[in-house]
């Protein structure tokens, strides 16, 4: 039987804790957690758990506690999880057939180096879905690289360019949750300096390493100098001495489709959404190109070509609100009510909590002449904007009132 370890790097992680070994709970052959300052009661959750517990000096650098951490391990395979992180029920049917088949996703367990999984990024306003490679054989020669985005990546292509006989396998379900989306204002702003310090520290230090170059690109776009994103991701797209995986290929074109479109360049943003998702990398993993070119053709008023996006990304996940919310939005401009009706209403069956797909559905049954519904539809907009918007609750309020629907 294949054993496994649970290797994580925490600090003051007490309120997440629990829910991430629970996700694991009888999984794990040992637990291995490396405690980088916490004031709060994290290590005495991990010490109830009964985890091995490390200390570890923070130098700024994920890579150096990773392999720390990693250095604890004592089994034949690691995964590794943040305490923000939890397995999906695929992940822990993935978890449990490594520890007990000779065959892993189509692949020889003794052939085997590194399983990538499907991370889900919830509450993330950009790309919902990445790739990690979090469950690895446990060899000396895996090492985490990059201060910040750590990854065994590079090392793995490394041992696989010495050593033929390794396999990467990937699971095409999502296995782990990620819900680390602060919505606290400084908390973001304190994230993003020190995203912004380590990895221009690390672009200083190796200037044609693209897969940095991408995400400090990216993370100038989000603070909102998309001009010096573009050039960089540019830069990293034109000068890779390497040509960088497929995976890093598709993030490159996605987010200089972002930084055109953000610049104006619609030509150019679309552009690089259909080569973003032309690249052979998981479904899932293109589902954001998709949306938004949907957004962007929708924008230039190509109501077909937007519609087609928009279901191609629900076909690709029917989970997501925000594809079938476009598409009701597509449907209703189209002229096509009852159908924007329907994607609207799946939306909200997707996720209750849609103020916006709420509102748009009220509307469209509203100009069909199903009043009631219309009603019940605006009601629960309003009080799902009055949690997060009054000023937008109040005034869609009034806005209902000067149309004489009368609201309880």
């Known amino acids: 039987m294949t054993t496994i370890s649970l290797c994580m790097i925490v600090r003051n992680e007490a309120v997440n804790l629990p829910g991430c070994l629970a996700s694991v709970a009888d999984l794990m052959d040992e637990v291995v957690i490396l405690d980088t300052g916490s004031t709060d009661d994290t290590t005495a959750i991990a010490a109830e758990a009964g985890a091995r517990i490390y200390s570890h000096v923070w130098q700024d650098d994920f890579a150096a ?40 996703q189509g692949h020889d367990l003794n052939r085997l180096l590194v399983i990538t999984l499907l991370r889900h990024e919830i509450g993330a306003k950009q790309s919902p879905y990445t790739q990690v490679s979090r469950l690895f054989r446990h060899h000396p020669a895996l090492q985490f690289t990059r201060p910040y985005h750590e990854t065994i990546d590079d090392s793995a292509e490394a041992l696989m360019a010495q050593h033929s006989q390794w396999q990467v396998a990937q699971l095409a379900t999502v296995a782990i949750n990620h819900t680390g989306y602060q919505a606290d204002p400084i908390a973001v702003q304190a994230k993003f300096e020190r995203a912004q310090r380590c990895l221009e520290r690390q672009l200083t230090a190796h200037p044609d390493d693209t897969y940095t170059a991408n995400k400090l690109g990216a993370l100038y776009g989000q603070q909102g100098d998309w001009l010096k994103g573009v050039q960089l991701l540019q830069q990293a797209l034109a000068n890779a001495p390497e040509p960088p995986d497929a995976i890093t290929r598709s993030e490159l074109h996605y987010h200089l489709g972002l930084g055109y479109r953000q610049l104006g360049q619609f030509e150019a943003a679309s552009e690089h959404y259909q080569r973003s998702f032309a690249l052979p990398i998981p479904d899932l993993l293109k589902l954001e190109a998709h949306i938004n070119l949907g957004s962007l053709l929708k924008g230039q008023n190509d109501l077909t070509a937007a519609l087609e996006q928009f279901q191609t990304a629900a076909q690709i996940d029917p989970n997501s609100a925000i594809a079938h919310y476009n598409l009701g939005v597509t449907y209703r401009a189209l002229g096509q009510l009852p159908a924007a009706v329907a994607a609207y209403e799946t939306a909200i069956a997707c996720d209750p909590t849609y103020a916006d797909a709420h509102l748009n559905l009220g509307s469209a049954l509203f100009k069909l002449g199903r009043l009631s519904a219309s009603k019940a539809a605006f009601e629960q907009a309003i009080q799902l904007y009055q949690q997060t918007e009054p000023a937008a609750a109040q005034r869609l309020r009034q806005k209902l009132q000067g149309l004489g629907l009368r609201l309880d």
Do not use: C, H, M
């Open 65 to 104: 506690a990773r392999n720390a951490a990693l250095a604890k391990v004592t089994q034949d395979w690691v995964l590794v999880l943040d305490a923000d992180e939890t397995l999906t029920p695929a992940g822990r049917q993935l978890i449990q057939s490594l520890r007990q088949s000779s065959i892993i």
